[in-house]
């Protein structure tokens, strides 16, 4: 109660709550029986006398406050236990859903003087319910944002049908022919490193996708393709992979499941293995896609030694300086991801590739008119849509 203080509270259990009644309302007449006696004794001036009063208001402030509630009126109407605790719980987590705020006011100038009472509506009241909506208006920017992507894709996906999309080149990628010719002509292995990724992550899926291209090349070229794991999760994967991009190739014959295998969960034990082949199978190319932490350059380090040509991309912005300075190529940041699309030319993954790069040129847009709006004082742009 926002007048006297008073709350309700109380247990769920019938027989418990009735109990609690009780118990307060005889305290309640022990109270005024006490307060009687006192004023019989003309004892009204003392601490004592205060206290107690102070005491009965409150109790009675309390009692009357429950009994009078309408949740408790409700509640003892009910016939069955589950009844009654269900119209309790039903107020109580309507009570624990009421929120009150207080607002900011603003000088325009970006100095704040925060109100010194809580906001009140044109009846008073200052705590407020949240009422249900069949949609959250404060998602109202990430739905349209969806849709516009949503439109951008659909609209790539058309042109592809019509036209070849034009896809910025990228060195890395298109040197994958010439490794995988140049191990052909030494007569040596291509090695694929899929990183340290879980089969969850993207890096990880990316990474397989990459491997599917790499393995119809490698078919292709008549060259042995290795491919070392770490998790005995995407092993499997990449297994089954390598072997359904051989049979697309019509070379179902030079696929050797030994060829894809575990060593170690262990990083460093990981890297030591990589090593180890890379020296000993005298592997011609080295293709590094995925994540990677600290091991990174110990394995790139022994392949730069080796005489490989090194092609890594990876989304560990910590691992990039390592690539570059010991690898031949390196795919950075979105190139990476873009990489199954760019080697497969697959309709569907071209346009999805341009749709995120119209949506982005659409957000670059707006970054550069909300900045220079902003510039001049007008905040309509920023305030455009609802935000938490």
Known sequence: DEE???????????????????????????????????TAAGNTEGEEYLMTQMELEHTKATYDFIINHKAYKAASKTRGERSWRKTLLAEANRNSRTYSYQLLISDGHGFFQQTQEPYADATGRIWFTPIAQWFDMTKLGTLIGSLLFGIFIVVALVQSKRKDLYIRPIAGLEELDNAVGRATEMGRPVMFVPGWGTLGEPCTI??????????????????RLISPHCDYFVMPVAQEIVQTAYSEAGRPDAFDRDDIFYISDSQFAFSAGVNGITIRERVATILYMGFFNAEALLMTETGNQAGAIQIAGTDATTQVPFFITTCDYTLIGEEFYAASAYLSRNIELVSMLKGLDYFKLVMVILVIAGTILSTVHW????HFLPFE
């Open 206 to 223: 990316s990474s397989m996708m990459i491997l599917a291209q790499t393995a119809r090349k490698t078919a292709e070229f008549d060259v």
């Open 379 to 382: 905040h309509g742009l920023l």
């Open 4 to 38: 006297s203080g008073a709350y309700f509270m109380g247990s769920i259990y019938r027989d418990v709550f009735d109990t609690g009644i009780k118990e307060s309302k005889a305290h309640l007449d022990s109270l005024n029986t006490v307060l009687k006696a006192m």
